[in-house]
């Protein structure tokens, strides 16, 4: 079963950084796609960022996009999202997912992913 975990939200001003991590499990030796989504209050959940295992590759949400960058540890199975110049808009929770399997892309549709964290708050104030 795999299981993931997020942690690193908080509350930063506009123009900082933060650093988001998901802890996953369950997910070592098998091929997947991982992807980090945000839900906004009063708006659906929206992809961010998504890629393959095994690949270095990330595909951004152009809202991110230059801004937002994710890596990997696979050592200690733990997945980065790093957040530069955070804007208001930007404020959500943040959520860490995963599906198995797939065949190229990862999918970004939220209905594509199985698995999922239960979220980190961020929040940037202007």
């Known amino acids: 079963q795999v299981q993931l975990v997020e942690s690193g939200g908080g509350s930063v001003k506009a123009g900082e950084s933060l650093t988001l991590s998901c802890a996953a499990s369950g997910l070592t030796g098998l091929r997947y796609c991982l992807g980090w989504f945000r839900q906004s209050l009063g708006k659906e959940r929206e992809w961010i960022a998504v890629?393959?295992?095994?690949?270095?590759?990330?595909t951004y949400a152009d809202s991110v996009k230059g801004r937002f960058t994710t890596s990997r540890d696979n050592a200690k199975g733990t997945l980065y999202l790093q957040m530069n110049n955070l804007e208001p808009d930007d404020t959500a929770m943040y959520y860490c997912?995963?599906?198995?399997?797939?065949?190229?892309?990862?999918?970004?549709?939220?209905?594509?992913?199985?698995?999922w964290g239960p979220g980190t708050q961020v929040t940037v104030s202007s």
């Open positions: 997912a995963a599906y198995i399997g797939g065949i190229e892309t990862c999918l970004v549709n939220v209905n594509a992913y199985s698995a």
């Open positions: 890629s393959r295992s095994g690949s270095p590759e990330t």
